[in-house]
Nanobody
Framework: QVQLVESGGGLVQPGGSLRLSCAASGFTFSDYTMNWYRQTPGKERELVASITSNSLSRKYADAVKGRFTISRDNAKNTVTLQMNSLKPEDTAVYFC?????????????WGQGTLVTVSS
């Protein structure tokens, strides 16, 4: 079955950097767009960044443009989110996400999330 496992979260000071990773399994990783979302208490989950299967197209939320970079390694079935110049408002649980074609149609999958806390 599809599994997405995030890692790399933690506590960082404002202005610092973190690198999140998502290890994927159970599907043909190189065929699908991968996404990073984030969520804070009381708010809806928001799309942070996405990358197409061949890495030719990458999109970012306005709030993170110029600071975050999404990348993927199709040989290792991993997608990463490099986060620089972190701000307190980047504090959230970050989720890896994809939608995969399965027997019953498109199915959305989420990782368990990794907490990023930006604080001095």
């Amino acid at each position: 079955q599809v599994q997405l496992v995030e890692s790399g979260g933690g506590l960082v000071q404002p202005g610092g950097s973190l690198r999140l990773s998502c290890a994927a399994s159970g599907f043909t990783f190189s065929d699908y767009t991968m996404n990073w979302y984030r969520q804070t208490p009381g708010k809806e989950r928001e799309l942070v960044a996405s990358i197409t299967s061949n890495s030719l197209s990458r999109k970012y939320a306005d709030a993170v443009k110029g600071r975050f970079t999404i990348s993927r390694d199709n040989a290792k079935n991993t997608v990463t989110l490099q986060m620089n110049s972190l701000k307190p408002e980047d504090t959230a649980v970050y989720f890896c996400n994809t939608a995969v074609i399965e027997y019953h149609g498109w199915q959305t999958h989420w990782g368990q999330g990794t907490l990023v806390t930006v604080s001095s």
